[in-house]
């Protein structure tokens, strides 16, 4: 055989053991990608994305976009072929799959997780746009979650309104810890709550704050690295009480990203005239009960998307201002928000056509 057509060969058959070795072997990276983009002042499959009722409505138009990011499975296990074709693409992202799914996390902890997440972004949006109209809203301090095998399992449930810990009145739930944490390992604390078993009842006991009881539970030590502190095994949260109903009907979507985005479609539909004057913003970010908007993961993802979908305006927060400036598609303008007020101001400006004055993206910012 000549030289050659040996060499040949045997550049061919490497190339085949390399290409079949990059399909065979595992890589630990997950992929981020565009997901969908939907108008929270729309329809999403035949129904609207904001139902109101109880409450004046007014007509909307444009576009006030949430954004989302797609990401491969806990369970998907990429090989070095699609590892390498991703870090080459332009629209996606290879990450560790560490960054994804920490700690081992299974893909029905991920959705669990995130589902929450979604809820609560829920809840938050509504307060925040109801507080920025004048609203009054109610809100309560209450047991969100309850660790498995802890003091308190069996003893205190997700829902239950928390009134006060060793006669100390709760009024949001960093004073749950602050007074637990107050104990050492091993002492006794005493919760007074109003107990929730099913929703009709957790909305009679948010109205009347009646039924209370009180419930001895002995602390333990937390699992933490560094100084040892005094749990009883829950996490607090808030609930609230709205003076008339708001519902988001979307599902599939997971994480706590489009609460800023869900929070401007409800002030637009509670409102007169139109937030955008027609024009196509897009945006995300979550958002607490005092409206401030805070950072998300898959910046540069998300702005990919909404510009597909034809964005002109991107609202981003402004702790991902700088990630996203560096990589802008073409035709979108980045709006740097901290609050939901700033993005009410932004929308202002795009609706005049006060293009100059949006406090814009940059690098450096």
């Known amino acids: 055989m000549p030289r ?3 060499t040949m060969l045997a550049s061919t058959l490497m190339l085949i053991a390399l290409l079949c070795a990059g399909v065979l072997i595992p890589v630990p990276y997950s992929e981020m990608s565009p997901g969908p983009t939907v108008n929270t002042l729309g329809d999403h499959e035949g129904e609207p994305v904001l139902q109101i009722a109880g409450h004046k409505t007014y007509p909307t138009d444009g576009h006030l976009n949430m954004t989302t990011v797609r990401v491969t499975s806990a369970d998907f296990r990429m090989n070095l072929v699609e590892a ?9 992202k290879i990450v560790p799959h560490d960054t994804l799914y920490p700690d081992g996390k299974t893909e029905e902890q991920s959705s669990q997780e ?7 972004s829920q809840e938050s949006a509504k307060v925040a746009a109801l507080k920025e109209l004048g609203v009054p809203v109610k809100s309560w301090v209450i047991v969100s979650t309850v660790v498995k095998g802890s003091p308190s399992e069996g003893r205190l449930h997700a829902g239950d309104v928390i009134k006060a810990v060793d006669g100390t009145a709760v009024k949001q ?4 810890a602050k007074l637990v944490t107050r104990h050492k390992p091993g002492q006794k604390v005493v919760f007074t709550v109003v107990p929730v078993k099913d929703q009709a009842a957790a909305e009679k006991a948010h109205r009347t704050a009646t039924g209370t009881q009180d419930v001895t539970i002995t602390t333990t030590t937390s699992d933490d690295s560094g100084a040892k502190r005094a749990i009883v095994g829950i996490s607090a949260g808030t609930d609230h009480t ?4 708001i519902d988001v009907k979307l599902a599939d979507v997971g994480g706590p ?4 985005m869900f929070a401007l479609g409800i002030y637009d539909k509670l409102t007169p005239g139109s937030l955008t004057g027609g024009k196509f913003v897009a945006g995300t970010g979550t958002i607490d009960d005092g409206g ?3 950072p998300i993961g898959g910046i540069e993802m998300k702005t990919v998307g909404a510009r597909d979908k034809g964005a002109q305006y991107f609202l981003t927060p402004a702790d991902n201002c700088a990630a996203a400036a560096k990589d802008t598609p073409s035709g979108l303008t980045l709006v740097k928000v901290k609050t939901i007020a700033d993005a009410l101001g932004a929308l202002k400006d795009i609706r005049d056509g006060d293009t100059a004055a949006l406090p ?3 690098t450096g910012s």
Do not use: I, M
Request: hydrophobic share 35%; charged share 15%; glycine share 8%.
């Open 173 to 176: 739930p960093s004073d749950v």
């Open 114 to 120: 995130n589902a929450e997440e979604f809820s609560q």
């Open 4 to 6: 050659r057509t040996a």
């Open 257 to 260: 990203s489009a609460g800023l």
């Open 292 to 294: 401030n908007v805070g």
């Open 84 to 92: 390498v074709y991703g870090w080459l693409a332009h629209d996606s």
């Open 360 to 362: 814009k993206c940059t």
């Open 242 to 245: 709205f003076p008339f109903t």
